[in-house]
């Protein structure tokens, strides 16, 4: 079974599964062994689906063996994070964004001493506007991009 969060991917095996509970809209999964039972909780699903998906992953389950070895449910569960999920805000973009910002630093000084002050004002106005405004749609474009 695999689930995933927004910046990793849980694959547990059957074997690693002690049992599962699928009531209305949240599906919980508890794996073996442990001081502290471990639960994954998924919400905010059908209840449909959350009932076909406990019915079907309860078929999986291997019986239960007395005679087995305890088994650590969680050691078994394989953690991987999703791809482009662990970079950092601008890594592979920091040199496009220091040949912006020279650039933009030359208009400036270019527009200082042709124009004036106010040019200036202006300009670094509506640049630090700009620049807010694209920062907010990337932000928020990053930050959703695993829901989407």
Same mark, same amino acid.
């Given at each position: 079974?695999?689930?995933?969060?927004?910046?990793?991917?849980?694959?547990?095996?059957?074997?690693?599964?002690?049992?599962?509970?699928?009531?209305?809209?949240?599906?919980?999964?508890?794996?073996?062994?442990?001081?502290?039972?471990v639960v994954y909780r998924?919400?905010?699903?059908?209840?449909?689906?959350?009932?076909?998906?406990?019915? /079907? @992953? !309860?078929? $999986?389950?291997? &019986?239960?063996? *007395?005679? +087995?070895?305890? #088994?650590? %449910?969680?050691?078994?569960?394989?953690?991987?994070?999703?791809?482009?999920?662990?970079?950092?805000?601008?890594?592979?973009?920091?040199?496009?964004? /220091? @040949? !912006?910002? $020279?650039?933009? &630093?030359?208009? *400036?000084? +270019?527009?200082? #001493?042709? %124009?004036?002050?106010?040019?200036?004002?202006?300009?670094?106005?509506?640049?630090?506007?700009?620049?807010?405004?694209?920062?907010?749609?990337?932000?928020? @474009?990053?930050?959703n991009l695993g829901d989407?």
């Amino acid at each position: 079974m695999v689930l995933w969060r927004s910046a990793e991917e849980f694959r547990i095996p059957a074997e690693a599964i002690a049992g599962i509970r699928a009531e209305a809209r949240v599906v919980e999964i508890e794996l073996l062994g442990g001081a502290e039972p471990v639960v994954y909780r998924v919400e905010g699903v059908s209840e449909a689906g959350a009932a076909a998906f406990g019915q /079907a @992953v !309860g078929r $999986l389950l291997p &019986a239960p063996d *007395a005679d +087995a070895e305890p #088994v650590d %449910g969680l050691s078994l569960v394989d953690v991987r994070p999703l791809p482009g999920s662990n970079r950092g805000w601008f890594s592979g973009r920091r040199p496009v964004a /220091a @040949v !912006g910002a $020279l650039f933009h &630093a030359g208009l *400036a000084a +270019a527009v200082g #001493v042709a %124009g004036g002050g106010e040019q200036v004002a202006a300009l670094l106005g509506g640049s630090v506007a700009l620049y807010a405004g694209c920062f907010m749609v990337y932000a928020g @474009v990053r930050a959703n991009l695993g829901d989407w």
